[in-house]
């Protein structure tokens, strides 16, 4: 299935949250890692928000990826989706959990998989 991407979409919802937030693009940006044009990229839709970024903004903001990205959510799964069938329908069911996590759970998640990532790195 052919999915239409637009970016300054995705890139309107992170910055109606950040506002709401009250917070400034650099701190944003240093929450996440990133410096601030990079993260200015993706809210003028010049760069693509990857599916950690995602998850960080969420932990940041206290919000589900659905709340988030609002109407978009579904066509950003479906962009970081592998194309295989089977595994598309693991990780669409993964996310949809995922979505009905508590921040709680969804901020130890992100931890789990961050400190595996790290150690993987290390090998």
Not at 37 to 58: A, D, H, K, T, W
Not at 84 to 89: M, T
Request: hydrophobic share 35%; glycine share 4%; with cysteine.
């Amino acid at each position: 299935m052919e999915v239409t991407f637009f970016p300054e979409r995705i890139g309107k919802h992170l910055r109606a949250a950040r506002m709401q937030h009250h917070m400034k693009q650099a701190a944003v940006a240093e929450a996440l890692g990133m410096t601030t044009n990079s993260y200015s990229n993706m809210e003028r839709g010049v760069e693509r928000p990857n599916l950690q970024g995602i998850v960080e903004l969420c932990i940041l903001y206290h919000l589900t990826p659905n709340d988030l990205l609002d109407d978009c959510y579904t066509e950003f799964i479906q962009m970081e989706l592998p194309t295989e069938n089977v595994i598309n329908k693991e990780c669409v069911q993964l996310a949809e959990l995922l979505n009905q996590c508590s921040d709680t759970s969804i901020h130890m998640i992100y931890l789990s998989v961050q400190a595996w990532h790290d150690d993987e790195k290390k090998r």
